[in-house]
């Protein structure tokens, strides 16, 4: 079963420094999401992303953030300069929802990139 | 803002026997709610859904109930076994074309006990 990835499964950064956090939808999904989960706590919506664009970003999602799919099969996660309060997991997630039919509304999550800022 | 309130945070239970998560949301336009769970160091993985078209759904041991009245919705797991012992999180949404910002409750992690 087609099952989402991400890479790396553990990054450790120092404050201030850039990460990207790479995942790899299903391969006929349309809709990609990013989420987050700081230790203990609920997961956080951040974004959506369709058609090359940005759907919906979270008030988490600021400009420190931002979102590519720079060929057909990668979707990334860019944090310019972490902080310490960046520590969490981070889950891709994508669905393939079209107006066709034959699909759901079920978003399909990757195993998650734990990011650690020291 | 759109928020999810989740009940219990933890719940122990015998084999066997029933378990009962409840969740609340606040945003009357949400119209689809999948439940989530999340076995140690693994992904999220969905279990079941609902849309707002519907009241009750149900899947072999775990089943789905919707209140849209009083905004409340309800996974039931019947006949537990060790297996089922994971967290738990319900979610929210608002489906507006293809798709669907999810908003999590806070969890509950489930422990079956043989």
């Known amino acids: 079963e087609p099952e989402v990835t991400q890479t790396p499964s553990h990054q450790v950064t120092q404050m201030g420094q850039e990460v990207i956090l790479r995942c790899v939808p299903i391969?006929?999904?349309?809709?990609f999401y990013w989420y987050r989960q700081i230790l203990g706590q609920k997961v956080e919506f951040l974004v959506s992303f369709y058609n090359n664009e940005i759907s919906e970003k979270s008030e988490i999602f600021d400009d420190q953030f931002s979102v590519e799919r720079p060929d057909g099969s990668n979707f990334t996660l860019k944090i310019r300069s972490t902080k310490l309060e960046d520590s969490a997991m981070y889950f891709c997630a994508s669905s393939d929802y079209n107006f066709g039919g034959g699909s759901t509304y079920e978003q399909y999550f990757g195993p998650g990139t734990r990011l650690t800022v020291t | 803002g759109e928020n999810v309130e989740q009940h219990p945070s933890t719940l122990s239970v015998q084999e066997g026997d029933s378990a009962v998560i409840k969740c609340t949301y606040s945003?009357?336009?949400?119209?689809?709610f999948p439940w989530y769970k999340q076995e140690l160091g693994k992904r999220p993985q969905l279990i079941i859904d609902i849309r707002s078209n519907v009241g009750e759904k149900k899947d072999q041991r775990i089943a789905v109930t919707l209140n849209k009245t009083a905004k409340h919705f309800s996974l039931h797991i019947t006949e537990t076994q060790p297996e089922d012992s994971a967290v738990y999180f319900c979610?929210?949404?608002?489906?507006?074309?293809?798709?669907?910002?999810?908003?999590f409750g806070a969890g509950t992690r489930l422990a079956v006990h043989p």
């Open positions: 979610a929210a949404s608002v489906l507006s074309g293809g798709y669907n910002k999810l908003i």
């Open positions: 391969s006929n999904h349309l809709y």
């Open positions: 945003d009357s336009a949400s119209n689809y």
